[in-house]
């Protein structure tokens, strides 16, 4: 190549290169970090960090899908329950109220009572008590799951799903399509549908090399969501797969927490569904959520779903833990499996330990994800240093959510404390306030802690210079990944 024609191309590229670092910056709803981080890699590795800003670098489903969600956002999204309060805060504590209206400003639900919640015993329990519910159905049963396996726990979904469906109930059933792609692609995912089961795939992936075209290739439906004659759901950390996950096996058993709801917060999840549905399927199920439960609960739990994605805003996910963070006065237990947080909500769990409250934090020993581990664990001595307690779960992957406040106030669901489920992922948490189901909640999170190693402000200052060079490097460039 001629020394002209080799100027040309570089000066192409450096203006190329340009555009795609203005664009970076210029992009709304994003953190001055990230864009900082993602103008680096460009700069740092030109060719490959263009490519990657391509496919990775903006929140984007696609233009079609956004606008079917929008579309059922203006009436699902704002959706009033039927409630025979009038002031739907009428029996939340004072003190509370901030944190519900907080979620009713993600969603549009406001938090309803008469409800019942019971926490399952583990996994194989909580698929035992789904199986029952498909097994009573009369009207309907809908389920989204993130990761659905064609294992033993996975079987007994689909044959519970195909009996149902026999029977002549009306069954829905919808799947990521790349943490379910083995399921998708098995013989079972035609059989279900044969047997009269209604199919949907999540955020189909077809050709990646097209997906810059058609939206971002790493954007996924993590929710998990089971919803049974409009009554009854389902809500926690569980997908659809044997505690063993034989597909990552040397991180088993997969420790869950799941609770079974009862009453009208049912019509919440309902609303998730139908809008991942109908973004989805060409059929209108806007009236269904409408049908009051037929069983509900004096006074029970008072919950709230928040729903969350790439379709909401940005900061909705990060602002509602923040708010549950600030709102503690007394305790703070929290369970997640990945901790790569903003700066606010790292800043928000320090503040809640200087200022007295007993801030707990329990993590796996072991993560399936070596990136999440090193970035995880570049945070702990500014945690430890503020009174923080970190505990590392040592008995296979704690993948459990929650977060309990004061002991008469917990939030569950599919969010982890990272940055994948505050922008990437759609996810769905329930906020409840019930004193006898918070402390539930808790007593299996001390169950976590009995069974954990407490980490040291020593251990940590003593790690070698190249494991903190290491850490630190990786939660770097955590806001690209």
Not at 5 to 33: G, K, N, T, W
Not at 102 to 120: C, D, H, K, W
Not at 374 to 397: C, N, Q, T
């Amino acid at each position: 190549m001629s020394p002209f024609f080799s100027f040309v191309f570089l000066l192409l590229y450096i203006l190329v290169a340009l555009a795609f670092m203005a664009r970076a910056l210029l992009r709304p709803h994003r953190e001055p970090s990230s864009r900082m981080a993602w103008v680096l890699v460009m700069f740092t590795l030109p060719l490959f960090g263009i490519i990657a800003y391509i496919f990775f670098g903006e929140t984007n489903i696609g233009r079609k899908r956004a606008a079917k969600y929008k579309e059922t956002s203006s009436t699902i999204g704002r959706y009033t329950d039927t409630h025979p309060t009038p002031d739907p805060y009428e029996n939340t504590e004072a003190r509370h109220a901030p944190l519900f209206r907080t979620g009713q400003s993600i969603s549009g639900f406001r938090p309803v009572g008469g409800n019942s919640g019971e926490l399952t015993k583990d996994s194989v329990d909580a698929i035992d008590r789904m199986v029952a519910d498909m097994d009573a159905a009369t009207d309907h049963i809908h389920v989204l799951f993130y990761i659905w396996l064609e294992d033993v726990t996975g079987l007994r979904i689909v044959e519970a799903l195909k009996r149902a469906a026999k029977r002549g109930v009306t069954v829905r059933a919808m799947a990521d399509d790349l943490g379910s792609r083995k399921l998708i692609g098995s013989e079972h995912w035609p059989a279900m549908e044969k047997a009269g089961v209604k199919l949907a795939r999540a955020l189909p992936i077809g050709n990646p090399l097209f997906h810059p075209i058609r939206g971002r290739v790493d954007l996924r439906n993590h929710r998990k969501i089971v919803v049974i004659d409009n009554s009854i759901t389902y809500c926690g950390s569980q997908n659809c797969a044997d505690a063993e996950f034989r597909v990552k096996p040397k991180y088993a058993p997969w420790v869950d927490l799941q609770v079974r709801f009862q009453g009208p917060i049912a019509r919440q999840n309902q609303w998730l569904f139908v809008q991942d549905w109908m973004a989805h399927v060409d059929e209108d199920l806007r009236d269904l959520p409408r049908i009051p439960p037929e069983q509900s609960v004096a006074g029970g739990v008072i919950a709230q779903v928040n729903g969350t994605g790439p379709t909401v805003r940005a900061s909705a996910m990060p602002e509602m833990f923040e708010a549950l963070l600030h709102a503690a006065r007394d305790s703070l237990t929290i369970t997640t499996p990945y901790y790569v947080p903003t700066e606010a909500m790292q800043s928000s769990i320090c503040a809640a330990a200087y200022r007295g409250v007993r801030v707990r934090f329990v993590v796996p020993k072991r993560n399936d994800s070596w990136i999440v581990a090193a970035a995880s664990r570049s945070y702990y001595h500014d945690l430890l240093d503020a009174g923080v307690e970190i505990f590392e779960y040592p008995k296979g992957l704690l993948h459990t959510k929650s977060l309990v406040v004061d002991e008469d106030l917990a939030m569950i669901g599919s969010a982890n404390l990272d940055r994948r489920s505050f922008e990437l992922n759609y996810e769905n948490n329930i906020l409840f306030q019930h004193e006898a189901l918070a402390q539930a909640v808790l007593a299996r999170q001390e169950e976590y802690i009995a069974d954990s190693h407490r980490v040291t402000i020593e251990e940590v200052e003593a790690w070698s210079v190249w494991r903190r060079l290491w850490n630190n490097t990786i939660a770097m460039i955590g806001p690209v990944l």
